[in-house]
């Protein structure tokens, strides 16, 4: 098998793939994050792509998580042995099964169809799981850099992340887009926070490696108004939370997780925002926010 490393955010994994197994093609937007395999640092995981007759079964598998989220699903269940047995499938029809050993550390995976989308799905997996204890969190969020500070856009699907980040970039002069669905925030040794650009963009292609101080969260909500306010406490942590990937009913997983969300909320400011699509919101949005 031939070794592809790669480095986000500072942490390095490597993919194994077969000479014949086709899928080499599907790595080409992670090659902004390649390292060379002989001189890269430890591996937070392994992930082995194997052909579907390679990856066994288990034989017993007790569900845990079920997600879908436009189209896109995702199934989790643990095996006899404890370890976990994940399905990636896209629009009802299975794209892939992965099997990951206890801890995270290596995983194989077999693609069915939809490969690229198996992949991805699987390499965000793998790294949100693996790094949830190293003070790193993955977030679902479009991210904007403004005057050398990256500010994330959370919320749910259909709330208007992308097009808040396109308002910016289209009325904030110098606004850059960093990553459009998934970044990864870090809080470092020294206490400092930084967004990273990742290899997985969702439907905007953004594939961009490079790193920034985060300026703030914003939490956004439809409104026919728009309307600004920061959140303290309690509120700007429940804001952070439903971004974060995690298995969060893990308790090592959930405590390390908890501790970066808590790093996060007490050091960088969190706002609300309740806004119309509009030019005003972005406006408003980037009055405050860059003031902090």
């Keep these: 098998m031939k070794e592809y490393c790669y480095i986000v955010a500072g942490h390095c994994f490597s993919v194994y793939v077969s000479a014949d197994e086709g899928i080499t093609e599907e790595l080409a937007h992670y090659a902004p994050f ?9 591996r937070v995981f392994r992930l082995n792509v194997v052909s579907p007759e390679e990856l066994p079964t288990p034989s017993s598998l007790t ?10 699903q995702i199934r ?3 095996t006899a042995d404890g370890t976990s047995w994940f399905e990636f499938s896209l629009w009802g029809q299975l794209a892939g099964q992965m099997l990951a050993g206890v801890g995270f550390t290596e995983a194989v995976l077999a693609p069915k169809t939809y490969a690229g989308f198996a992949l991805g799905n699987a390499l965000m997996t793998m790294f949100a799981l693996s790094t949830a204890s190293l003070q790193t969190a993955l977030f679902h969020a479009a991210v904007v850099e403004d005057a050398g500070r990256g500010y994330l856009f959370l919320g749910k699907s259909g709330t208007g992340k992308s097009t808040h980040a396109r308002l910016w970039m289209k009325h904030i002069p110098g606004t850059q887009l960093v990553n459009d669905d998934n970044p990864v925030v870090r809080v470092l040794p020294d206490g400092s926070v930084r967004v990273y650009g990742s290899p997985w963009s969702g439907k ?8 920034y101080p985060v300026g703030g969260f914003v939490q956004l909500s439809q409104a026919p108004y728009n309307a600004i306010k920061r959140l303290k406490g309690i509120s700007s942590y429940a804001a952070l939370v439903p971004s974060i990937s995690g298995k969060r009913w893990d308790r090592t997983m959930a405590d390390g997780l908890h501790e970066t969300e808590n790093a996060l909320a007490s050091t960088v400011p969190v706002w609300h925002l309740e806004c119309l699509p509009d030019e005003a ?5 980037h009055e405050n926010v860059s003031r902090v």
């Excluded at 390649?34 to 430890?42: G, L, N, S």
């Excluded at 569900?63 to 896109?72: N, R």
């Excluded at 919101?281 to 949005?285: N, P, V």
């Design 204 to 211: 905007t292609p953004c594939y961009r490696n490079v790193d």
């Design 63 to 72: 569900e845990e998580f079920q997600q879908d989220d436009d189209g896109s």
């Design 34 to 42: 390649a390292a060379d395999p002989a001189t890269a640092p430890r």
């Design 76 to 78: 989790l269940c643990r």
């Design 281 to 285: 919101a972005a406006r408003l949005c």
